[in-house]
Structures are given as structure tokens and as C-alpha cells.
């Protein structure tokens, strides 16, 4: 079975800092990667995600991730933060070499941006 | 219509009464998908659907929990005899139907149990 974690449950940083949100996986066979922002009082949607190919992956808003297979992590990247990135960030992998069809989320985490 | 449509938005039932909780996905998506959100918790899968069928049953947190989906559209999710614990912000989501398709969440029914 599959598992998602996301280390962190909260992280706070100063606006125009970099910030790495932390995501590890374990499944037992192939999978794909996915990044879910929910933003205050909204509902969630897709910010980015792995299927094949390149590691490194491009979403919205300057979002970065890095699909690392030897570390199983899948680590979400922006060099510089805005306020409006405050949201809550979930980090999800589906396989799609087993026979269930569900996508597994992290706990989530929230990432507070300060002036 | 244009995204997924969940109703209602927010529930207050009593202890041990029955809910209904609505799915209407986008047209055309095969695949739907139930998730229950809690504080601290993250999102917890609860059932997947392809077409009407649901290939996994296994995240339904007890067998007071039952879903179903008719016509490849609407889903429904009962809980039978609600408990406080059931209290959490149900959500639906929708994809066109593979696994690495993006999925399009509806704002979520916000269940109180008091």
C-alpha cells in the first residue's frame, strides 16, 4: 500500500525568502507524483505533477518539484515566496502499476507567508 | 456544469440520524473520487468510483458508510447513524478518468455532528 508524509505541518517564512516543502513516499510500485494547493476558503486544485520524464517539474505560480526515486521524496520548491502563496499544500501519489484506483494524500502543510 | 457541484455546502444533524451528501461532477468525468477532511488530518480517501463501479471499498471508515453512483454521474455518500466523529468536511472530486488525470475538487460538504 501506499503512504504519503509530509514532514512539516506548518511553515512559516518571510515574504521573498525561498521555502521547500517536504514530501516522502513509500509504495511498492511505480507511481505518480502530485502537488494540491487549497488556498483560504477555497477548494483545492492542482498545482503540479509527476508522471514520467523529467525529474524536475514546472506547475503554477513558480512552483517547482523534484522527483527523487533513490529518496523517494518529492519535494515542492519556490525560490521566492509571495503572500498570496499562504495556503495549505498536499502532497499525493497514486500507482499506477496496482489495482487499486485511488490517489493517497499527505497530511498537509500549511505555509504562512509574512511581510 | 462548469466544476464539480457538492450539496449541501453544510450539514447539522443529530447523533444517530442519517445523512445524504451529493456529488454532481464535471460532464464527461468518468472517474470520482470521496474524501473526508479533518482537522489535523489531512485528506483521508474514503471511495473511488470508474464509471458506476467502485473497484476499492476499503476506505470507508465503517460500514455505516455506504456510496453509490448511478447513470456514470451523480454520487451519493450516506453515513447511517451519525456519530460525532463523522463531523469533518466532506469533499468530491472529479477526473476524466486515468490515474495521472488532474482532478477537479468540489467545494465540499461541511458535516457537523452535534
Known amino acids: 500500500a501506499q503512504s504519503v508524509t509530509q514532514l512539516d505541518s506548518q511553515v512559516p517564512v518571510f515574504e521573498e525568502a525561498p521555502v521547500e516543502l517536504r514530501c516522502n513516499y513509500s509504495s511498492s510500485v511505480s507511481v505518480y507524483l502530485f502537488w494540491y494547493v487549497q488556498y483560504p476558503n477555497q477548494g483545492l486544485q492542482l498545482l503540479l505533477k509527476y508522471l514520467s520524464g523529467s525529474t524536475l517539474v514546472k506547475g503554477i505560480n513558480g512552483f517547482e518539484a523534484e522527483f527523487n526515486k533513490s529518496q523517494t521524496s518529492f519535494h515542492l520548491r519556490k525560490p521566492s515566496v509571495h503572500i498570496s502563496d499562504t495556503a495549505e499544500y498536499f502532497c499525493?501519489?497514486?500507482?499506477?502499476?496496482?489495482?487499486?484506483?485511488?490517489?493517497?494524500f499527505g497530511k498537509g502543510t500549511k505555509l504562512s507567508v509574512k511581510p | 456544469g462548469a466544476g464539480v457541484s457538492q450539496s449541501p455546502s453544510n450539514k447539522v444533524t443529530e447523533k444517530g440520524k442519517d445523512v445524504e451528501l451529493r456529488c454532481d461532477p464535471i460532464s464527461g468525468h468518468t472517474a470520482l473520487y470521496w474524501y473526508r477532511q479533518s482537522l489535523g488530518q489531512g485528506l483521508e480517501f474514503l471511495i473511488y468510483?470508474?464509471?458506476?463501479?467502485?473497484?476499492?471499498k476499503s476506505g470507508l471508515p465503517s460500514d455505516r458508510f455506504s456510496a453509490e453512483r448511478t447513470g456514470g454521474s451523480v454520487s451519493t455518500l450516506t453515513i447511517q447513524r451519525t456519530q460525532q466523529e463523522d463531523s469533518a468536511v466532506y469533499l468530491c472530486a472529479s477526473s476524466l478518468g486515468a490515474l495521472d488525470e488532474k482532478l477537479f475538487f468540489g467545494s465540499g460538504t461541511q458535516l457537523s455532528v452535534l
Open positions: 499525493a501519489v497514486s500507482d499506477y502499476g496496482g489495482s487499486q484506483g485511488n490517489l493517497i
Open positions: 468510483f470508474q464509471g458506476n463501479s467502485a473497484p476499492d
